[in-house]
């Protein structure tokens, strides 16, 4: 692989980075609280990943629209608070579903409103860099790689600390019950980060090798 | 015996339920945020005049919507609406006193207002059925709590700096397994979850 390919692959992997190698929780740790609380479960994390889509790609097109019309010291107030009437029939489907699951996710889920992620999605769709679509894309995959991270946080918790996945029975007869407690989301994110790094390296290795061999060629 | 009971719910927010290391609240913006004493002060100063502000309007808003149909829905954008509030409100007090003031916190005081901690405590404070006065001493020592979480970890980010780990774990990793370390041990003075 030459250094054309190399762009060229780069170019091709650069807006789905941010689901994988990328992933803005993986790498800069945003919306923590979610993974490391909230996340306890498959249907917890399904839950969150429906919200966020839910909230930030809108939110990303109003702030895109918007632009820079409105001072940013006051956007910042007004942002959270669209987010927030956007998580209302959120809440009343959850409800309508699980009345028991709204419960257990608590504060988490309106939470979303003042999440991290989503600050850091306005912040870059009202700078307008990108074409209106190209910075949806980019919220909707912002939003697919904290989904996969929630969804991986939520099944090894509740396999290890309930002995399921989704609610159904895996035959294990020692739940550690302390893994969907904060401490462990930490220790978890803090591992899952390492690892995330780790293939990084690896895939990073590798490319400049494939590279080096096709200049030798 | 209520003095008693006004310390009880202050170490309680400082320590036993730390929204820092027990909720992982406003977790994302910290550990960002921490690399100097006078900014964690600045940082903690306006993010406790904004949890006891927050608290005690919303304390007195809960009192008149408890009985609303449907408020379980709407509550939350209420509370969102008072922060907000809180936040334009410091901003112009800020710009009307010095303009070079504004410059510099700016920034600073959008992150300490409108974040997960602020908008937590308000949610804690419902859970829990706090009163006005209540509301606003939680507040007081989720923001004295979480004055403390910051100097923790910024004497950890140093620490954890010079210390021999692997390359992958440097940095935002063992940083995260040794605030989750920290968690657990103040987890064992609650000894039970806390209700989300």
């Known amino acids: ?217 | 015996m209520i003095v008693f009971q006004y310390i009880s719910l202050i170490l309680s927010g400082i320590l036993v339920e730390n929204i820092f290391f027990t909720r992982a609240l406003d977790a994302g913006n910290m550990i960002d945020l921490v690399n100097e004493p006078r900014k964690i002060l600045d940082f903690s100063v306006t993010f406790t005049v904004a949890t006891t502000v927050s608290s005690i309007l919303c304390a007195i808003v809960d009192k008149f919507t408890t009985n609303l149909e449907y408020v379980v829905y709407i509550r939350p954008t209420i509370y969102l609406l008072v922060i907000s509030l809180v936040y334009v409100i410091i901003y112009y007090i800020l710009r009307n006193n010095s303009k070079a003031n504004l410059d510099k916190y700016k920034n600073l005081l959008s992150y300490a207002c409108i974040n997960s901690g602020v908008y937590g405590v308000l949610f804690v404070n419902q859970r829990y059925e706090h009163n006005i006065l209540e509301s606003g001493f939680y507040g007081v020592s989720a923001g004295l709590g979480m004055f403390l979480a910051l100097l923790i970890i910024l004497s950890a980010k140093k620490k954890l700096a010079y210390s021999n780990v692997p390359k992958i774990m440097k940095g935002l990793p063992i940083l995260l397994i040794y605030i989750g370390l920290l968690s657990l041990g103040i987890f064992g003075l609650f000894g039970h979850p806390l209700p989300a």
């Open chain 1, 1 to 217: 692989m030459n250094l054309t390919q190399t762009r060229k692959f780069h170019k091709l992997t650069r807006n789905v980075n941010g689901m994988f190698l990328d992933n803005p929780i993986i790498k800069f740790g945003l919306a923590l609280p979610f993974v490391v609380v909230a996340a306890t479960n498959l249907k917890h994390a399904v839950c969150l990943s429906i919200a966020i889509i839910v909230t930030i790609i809108p939110v990303s097109v109003i702030a895109y629209l918007v632009g820079n019309k409105i001072p940013q010291a006051i956007a910042i107030a007004i942002y959270p608070v669209i987010a927030s009437i956007l998580l209302i029939p959120v809440r009343i489907g959850i409800k309508n579903y699980d009345p028991v699951l709204l419960d257990s996710l608590g504060m988490y889920i309106s939470l979303i409103a003042v999440s991290t992620l989503l600050l850091s999605q306005i912040g870059h769709s009202s700078a307008r860099k990108r074409k209106l679509g190209a910075s949806t894309l980019r919220s909707l995959y912002t939003c697919i790689g904290f989904s996969i991270v929630v969804i991986l946080v939520g099944i090894i918790r509740e396999i290890f600390a309930k002995g399921t996945i989704g609610g159904l029975e895996l035959g294990i007869n020692m739940p550690i019950y302390g893994i969907s407690l904060a401490f462990f989301g930490f220790i978890l994110l803090g591992f899952l980060m390492a690892i995330t790094r780790w293939i990084r390296r690896v895939f990073h290795y590798v490319l400049i090798n494939l590279g080096q061999k096709g200049e030798d060629k």
